[in-house]
């Protein structure tokens, strides 16, 4: 009966097994485990900027993981890890008496390790009869699959851990601040408290709990295991719970920079580049090596504040945040300063230095007083503005603020100094011309005010700095820059009625070389020879550089009414700054995955010998096979004309720099937006400034005057670092002398402030003399104004001697040639 009965049981038990185990899911699928890792994004220095998670969860290989930690976890959840087959018979034997026993009062677990692992990635949580049978069946058949050290590895980096941390090294970072090798024993032991009930056992919300389960069960299992000597044990038991939040370490995210406009495009970018449906970027545990220099996008953001902030102040009106905290939460100190942590305000400006969010907490007639955030309320500074302080904008402190106001001050010396967020906008970008790398970008006055990035994704007119690619159109179909457009009225019948585009100065100045017309930034001009070089000339031109990806071919887009981004703006610029050569932008060097394979790399230049030992004096050859989008001359040419715009044209007030600089600025129609982009040999950058909802920024609103200075201010930064140099001329480019407001051929080697020596192709002998109109009509009687103040102008010849240029030319010399 006994033999019948063992064997009946066997059969039992065998019967139950075989049908549960037909159609369990395969687990040949953990060898392709995958877990959803945090994706990082460093800067050029190696430093973490910015992380994006699913689950906060960092892949550590088993081997990388210390053995203290392991050890901990072993000694909480399954001290026989190491020797039995998947499950623990005695274990389960255990906890089945303990609940017989109990009458059902007490039931434990009696799962291993293994066990978990499949239960969480393999099974459902139910906690049934049929699931533990599968877990089981899983388990034994896993173990002989897979070594004890790959089943940990996939344990220890799936667990949740509590604070939204998934994984040993996520929840070291998180509960102390460390990495693994760093953890002593008491803390890896806190860690392993947390797999029964990872939100049970907070350090602080419940801290006896926590202390109990690691000091009475996971430190002394340690130590019966033999994990710890005796006097590990000791020290591990005095240990007094140490940890981020309870305030003892600063909290790791405290040590990274705010998100900004820089890390939130890469998410954007490299999210849309390896498309969102196959690969969330946000839990593929990418490692991404952005462009960004820290020193320069700090510096970009402070020029692009300080310019908004200038021309808000300017208007001289105060709004405030918006923000209001009701009265009865300002009756205690305790109660205002909750509500104003929980007020939905920007904390990321540092302009003059920090900004602190406030709340007005009385509004007396010479000043306000108030209560700020992270400041206490017996500062020596007294928490007062002044009303001295507020006459920058009109109207008196009972007109403009209430109890309860919610703003933003920065210290002085001795006080505190009203700040407000502009609400005038705009975006800053800069990259590195031969490479793409973009080294900063700005898009808007606070990230966390808006996170809007008006660099990539507002899309704005470009006005007058669209032109040089009319030109450049023209330079590449024969023009020079000396060749005569007529600056005069224009006329053209459009189906909105009779459009007459005007110069900024409302005036007309007749025949007028190239070069003058793009330093001035003469529209009638410009309109002019967009009609004669071809709309669609100029159209496939735009469209080439990436300015547009289709452009309306109507002459109003010669100005630039069409719509573009700054990043599409600046990374064109670039071409014209290198040669001519196509660079695409870019804000990341390389991305590799959570195995440290590269999946992308922007720079595919070839370096032939970076393999190779170089002698002194040698350095390697990389080629580039990069697409020429332009004639390296007309590039030249352009980059000359360029730089009149700085020397003397409409950006000589604002642009000083120490090396040569070319550019041009924009403003379009009733000044809705005004523009800057310039470059020097190495660096292209780029400002616009302009209210969200379009409207004037004002009578004298200017490119050069408002996003001038932006560029000024970061460009004096970035040569420091990146130099400068002379803008490289092409082989063979030979130089003629011109006067620059005629056109006219001068004796080689003449010298004199109207004396520019303008590249010309090789082996083409420029024709002087003819005059380009577009084919509009011109009326005999056009007033003509002269651009210098004498009718004639004094030139030293190639021999050294002084002689007396005539008066500018009349149409009719220029229509015969005859100019001298």
Not at 135 to 158: C, F, P, T, V
Not at 285 to 297: E, H
Not at 330 to 347: F, G, I, K, P, Q
Not at 497 to 518: C, D, E, H, K, M
């Amino acid at each position: 009966m006994l033999t019948l009965g063992i064997a009946m049981m066997a059969l039992v038990v065998g019967a139950v097994f075989y049908m549960y185990g037909r159609d369990l899911p395969s687990y040949e699928v953990l060898s392709q485990y995958t877990p959803k890792t945090i994706s990082r994004i460093y800067n050029q220095e190696g430093q973490i900027i910015d992380e994006y998670a699913v689950e906060r969860r960092l892949f550590t290989p088993a081997e990388e993981i210390p053995d203290i930690v392991k050890q901990a976890f072993i000694s909480a959840e399954d001290k026989n890890f190491y020797t039995h087959a998947g499950f623990d018979p005695r274990g389960i034997a255990a906890a089945a008496y303990e609940a017989v026993a109990t009458r059902g009062d007490t039931v434990r677990g009696a799962s291993t390790i293994t066990q978990q692992v499949m239960k969480n990635f393999l099974l459902d949580g139910g906690r049934t009869a049929e699931r533990k049978i599968k877990e089981i069946i899983l388990a034994a058949r896993i173990d002989g699959a897979m070594s004890k050290e790959q089943i940990l590895e996939l344990y220890l980096n799936e667990i949740d851990l509590g604070v939204r941390s998934f994984g040993v090294t996520a929840a070291a970072l998180s509960y102390f601040n460390k990495p693994l090798d760093e953890l002593t024993p008491a803390e890896a032991a806190f860690l392993a408290v947390h797999p029964k009930a990872p939100y049970s056992y907070h350090p602080v919300d419940d801290r006896e709990a926590a202390l109990d389960r690691r000091n009475n069960l996971v430190l002394r299992e340690m130590f019966e295991n033999g994990y710890l000597t005796e006097e590990e044990y000791e020290t591990a038991l005095a240990d007094p719970l140490r940890t981020v939040q309870n305030g003892d370490f600063p909290s790791f995210q405290s040590e990274r920079p705010d998100r900004d406009y820089f890390s939130s495009e890469v998410r954007r970018q490299l999210t849309r580049q390896f498309g969102e449906d196959d690969v969330d970027f946000s839990a593929s545990g990418y490692s991404i090596r952005a462009t960004v220099d820290p020193d320069l996008q700090q510096q970009a953001a402070l020029s692009l504040q300080t310019a908004l902030e200038r021309y808000d102040r300017g208007v001289g009106a105060w709004r405030g945040t918006g923000e209001n905290i009701a009265a009865e939460a300002l009756a205690t100190e305790e109660s205002w300063r909750e509500a104003l942590a929980n007020t939905d305000v920007a904390r990321d400006i540092e302009l003059g230095g920090r900004w602190y969010p406030a709340v007005v907490l009385g509004v007396e007639d010479q000043q306000l007083r108030l209560g700020i955030e992270d400041i206490a309320s017996d500062d020596v500074r007294g928490n007062v503005v002044p009303r001295s302080d507020t006459s920058w904008f009109s109207g008196n402190l009972f007109d403009n603020f209430e109890v309860g106001d919610v703003i933003h001050v920065s210290k002085l010396d001795e006080g505190w100094t009203l700040r407000q967020v502009p609400e005038v906008q705009g975006g800053f970008m800069a990259m590195d011309v031969n490479t793409g790398r973009v080294l900063a970008m700005q898009g808007g006055f606070s990230f966390q005010h808006s996170s809007f990035n008006r660099a990539t994704q507002a899309r704005r007119q470009p006005g007058s700095s669209f032109k040089p690619f009319v030109y450049a159109a023209a330079l590449d179909s024969g023009y020079s820059p000396a060749t005569i457009v007529v600056d005069a009225p224009i006329e053209i019948n459009t189906p909105q009625g009779v459009w007459r585009p005007q110069n900024a100065s409302n005036q007309f100045y007749g025949p007028t070389p190239l070069r003058t017309g793009i330093e001035q930034s003469r529209n009638l001009m410009t309109v002019r020879l967009a009609q004669e070089v071809g709309m669609d000339v100029i159209a496939s031109y735009a469209e080439q550089f990436g300015v547009y990806d289709r452009m309306n071919q109507v002459l109003a887009t010669s100005l630039g009414s069409d719509e573009t981004t700054l990043y599409q703006m600046v990374a064109s610029y670039a071409m014209f700054a290198n040669g001519g050569e196509r660079v695409e932008p870019t804000l990341v060097d390389r991305v590799q995955d959570r195995y440290g394979n590269t999946i992308f790399r922007h720079d595919q230049r070839t370096c032939w010998d970076c393999d190779a030992p170089l002698a002194e004096g040698q350095a390697p050859r990389i080629t580039s096979n990069r697409e020429r989008v332009m004639n390296e001359v007309t590039a030249f040419q352009l980059t000359s004309m360029m730089q009149g715009v700085v020397q003397r044209g409409t950006a000589s007030g604002a642009i000083n720099l120490p090396v040569p600089i070319a550019g041009k600025t924009g403003t379009t129609n009733d000044a809705k937006d005004v523009w800057f982009v310039g470059f020097s040999s190495n660096i292209v950058a780029g400002c616009y400034i302009g209210f969200d909802t379009p409207r004037s920024l004002g009578r004298g609103a200017s490119g050069g005057g408002i996003c001038g200075p932006v560029f000024q201010s970061f460009m004096s930064e970035a040569i420091e670092t990146y130099g400068g140099g002379a803008f490289r001329a092409p082989e063979g480019c030979q130089f003629i002398s011109i006067d620059r407001f005629t056109g006219a051929r001068l004796p080689d080697g003449t010298q004199g402030e109207n004396v520019v020596a303008e590249c010309f192709r090789p082996g083409e002998e420029p024709i002087f003399g003819i005059m380009f109109d577009g084919g509009f009509a011109m009326g005999a009687d056009l007033p003509l104004f002269d651009e210098v103040a004498s009718q004639a102008r004094q030139v030293t010849t190639s021999t050294g001697e002084t002689a007396t240029v005539g008066p500018k030319a009349s149409f009719g010399s220029l229509s015969s040639g005859g100019l001298y």
